[in-house]
């Protein structure tokens, strides 16, 4: 899975777009996916910190733990 089909799923199961970024940055209260051609991280940012942060090898495995996250939250629901 890479960012666009992570993106897809997320709209499909009703994850508030306001909930994540998928463009990497300091955001304000949401999980972050961060990443390059050769490292990729997850974290949650508020306030310009980043909390949790994981490290992966691939965009992969960062968009699989990223939503693993976001399905757990309900908080990130929208409620439909």
Known sequence: MN????????EAEGIRS????L???NPNERYV???????WSVYYSE???E????PF??????C???LKLLREDPTTKTGK
Do not use: F, M, P, V
């Open 47 to 49: 306030r310009g910190l």
């Open 33 to 39: 996916l961060s990443g390059s051609d050769t490292s």
């Open 3 to 10: 960012r666009q089909e992570l993106r897809k799923i997320l």
């Open 23 to 25: 463009d990497g940055g």
């Open 57 to 62: 090898a691939s965009e992969e495995t960062a």
């Open 51 to 54: 909390s949790g942060w994981r």
């Open 18 to 21: 306001n909930a994540y970024d």
């Open 64 to 66: 699989e733990y990223l």
